[in-house]
């Protein structure tokens, strides 16, 4: 029996054969009908596949329309892209081997993402494929963190840091201060950036995160940057127990639902974990202690969340607001006029909340 390997899509219902003769169209007509492809031609061929099938699976919605509708527009259309283009299988031999003329040795990336290969054969969404490897290229070189100077490398299924300006944010506003024999709780640390900031300052430091991926990620890391004795890193839903001096968090902006496990970096159902960090967050005070939020204004932007709400919500939750530090957008996506959510994204300022009990 073939073995369903992704960690990401269900098994196919229907699988049907594609090959080197196989065309775009044709392809598109039948994954549109509910077929999944498992190629058996030329892996390249198969890339070229997958990249005419997004090329056509992709086309940008007209502009003009309300910046939440165009987010709508725009979720699903990426929704929709995603299902279809992951029914482009490819066949995998025991120990990860690709048994396609001209398939690349990814044994190791997909060891690192999926764990032990399959016993027997198996077969996997090309695209899951492809991913495993950018991200384990990613892991082995890193990723630079200017304010930090140095790289941190992320695993498989962990955010990357490559929005900058949270880290920016954090590190002006740490910069003279001596954390030493300070307690700093870092919420969602993910790659364990704000967490390594801190332990920087002097601080000894206890992040948190709910992804086991994350965790290990972030202990990796510390350990790397020499930092494994003042960052203890730990799964938990949220925060940690006690109360801390500092507390840290640069949580998901924009609420909407997430369709992959990376997208909840970035996507916050309900604005859920924003919330509860919110109503948690004097309560892990210690006193004169402070909350430090790193948030990006998108989601007022799209209409997604009202003017003046995220400072009610600051409000309700016994906080004050003492001090706010703002930084432009810098990522590539604010710069691409050709994205239906230029505008919004374009005027994208993200916010360093300096919070205290009221």
């Known amino acids: 029996m ?20 196989t065309t775009a169209d044709d392809a598109l007509r039948r994954i549109r009908a509910g077929e999944s492809l498992l190629y058996g031609g030329d892996f390249q061929n198969a890339r070229q596949l997958l990249a005419a099938l997004g ?56 060891a ?3 764990g032990p290969g399959p016993e027997g054969d198996g077969m996997l969404p090309l695209r899951e494929l492809l991913g495993a490897v950018g991200a384990h290229q990613w892991r082995k070189g890193g990723v630079p963190v200017p304010a930090l100077g140095a790289r941190v490398h992320p695993h498989h299924g962990v955010f990357a840091p490559v929005r900058g300006e949270y880290a920016e944010l954090i590190g002006a506003a740490l910069a003279g201060r001596d954390l030493a024999g300070k307690l700093v709780f870092d919420v969602g640390t993910g790659t364990g950036v704000l967490a390594f900031l801190a332990a920087r300052r002097g601080a000894r430091v206890i992040a948190t995160d709910s992804e086991p991926r994350a965790v290990a990620c972030a202990r990796e890391n510390a350990g790397r940057l020499g930092l494994a004795g003042q960052v203890e890193v730990r799964e938990a ?28 970096a970035v996507y916050d159902p309900g604005g859920r974990f924003l919330s509860r960090f919110v109503e948690g967050l004097a309560g892990h005070l210690a006193p004169g202690g402070e909350g430090w939020l790193v948030l990006s204004d998108l989601a007022e932007r799209l209409g997604l969340r009202e003017p003046g709400a995220l400072e009610a919500s600051f409000a309700a939750a016994g ?37 205290r009990t009221a």
Do not use: M, Y
């Open 2 to 21: 073939v073995q369903w390997l992704s960690a990401t899509s269900s098994a196919p219902r229907r699988v049907g054969p594609a090959d080197d003769r």
């Open 319 to 355: 906080l004050r607001r003492v001090e706010a530090r703002t930084a432009p957008a810098v990522h590539p996506r604010s710069k691409e006029q050709e994205d239906p959510l230029h505008e919004a994204r374009a005027g994208e300022v993200t916010t360093l909340h300096v919070l």
């Open 237 to 264: 839903d949220l925060f940690p127990e006690g109360q801390a001096d500092l507390v840290l968090c640069n949580p998901p902006w924009i609420p909407a639902d997430a369709h992959t496990p990376l997208e909840r």
């Open 112 to 114: 690192a993402a999926l």
């Open 55 to 110: 090329r056509r699976l992709t086309p940008r919605p007209p502009k003009g329309a309300p910046p939440a509708e165009a987010f709508r527009r725009e979720r699903h259309r990426r929704r929709e892209a995603h299902l279809l283009l992951n029914r482009l299988l490819v066949p995998v031999a025991a120990g990860w081997r690709i048994p396609l003329p001209r398939a690349p040795d990814v044994a190791e990336a997909l």
